[in-house]
């Protein structure tokens, strides 16, 4: 979903939010620094295969996703990370990696770390390594519909 379309999304939904420009960044941490943000506010997809169904974790910009937490949470045989090469054509409006943490709009689960929801915002590449949204945490909820978990390790 491309940064206007992402926009239209959440004004249909009646979501307010902001935008925020960065210098080119790829890493969400670095993300982060470049948009003078705390990383605890920056959401960092990752998609994971769940007993081979792909879905979406997302945890704050410095952490990682717990794979073995995240599988008991799932009651699951097998979570693995999932190789770009198997969902880059699912964004195929987004620039690698910097797809908004709407797995919803994907056909995908959305596991979210409960650690996002503590300051009430957050933000996120919007489809590029030069833009990210910032909404409130009540709108995202409700238009993400994420299970909230405990999901992220240092």
């Given at each position: 979903?491309?940064?206007p379309d992402?926009?239209?999304y959440?004004r249909?939904f009646?979501a307010p939010?902001s935008?925020?420009?960065?210098?080119?960044?790829?890493?969400a941490?670095?993300v982060?620094?470049?948009?003078?943000?705390?990383?605890?506010?920056?959401?960092?997809?990752?998609?994971?295969r769940i007993?081979?169904?792909l879905?979406?974790a997302?945890?704050?910009?410095?952490e990682r996703?717990?794979?073995?937490r995240?599988?008991?949470?799932t009651?699951a045989?097998?979570?693995?990370?999932?190789?770009?090469g198997e969902f880059?054509?699912?964004?195929?409006?987004c620039e690698?990696?910097?797809?908004?943490?709407?797995?919803?709009l994907y056909?995908?689960?959305?596991?979210v770390?409960?650690g996002l929801?503590a300051d009430?915002?957050?933000?996120?590449?919007?489809?590029?390594?030069t833009?990210?949204?910032r909404m409130?945490?009540a709108?995202f909820?409700?238009?993400a519909n994420?299970?909230?978990c405990?999901i992220?390790e240092d």
């Open positions: 979903m491309s940064l992402l926009e239209q959440l249909e009646r939010f935008t925020l420009s960065h210098g080119v960044a790829f890493r941490t670095e982060a620094a470049s948009a003078g943000i705390p990383c605890r506010q920056m959401a960092k997809p990752v998609l994971v007993d081979g169904t879905a979406m997302v945890v704050p910009a410095d996703v717990n794979l073995a995240l599988r008991e949470l009651d045989g097998s979570v693995v990370l999932a190789g770009e880059a054509d699912r964004f195929p409006e690698p990696g910097a797809m908004p943490p709407f797995g919803n056909g995908m689960a959305l596991y770390d409960q929801a009430g915002s957050l933000c996120f590449n919007a489809g590029s390594h833009d990210l949204l409130r945490w709108d909820e409700r238009l994420p299970v909230v405990d992220a």
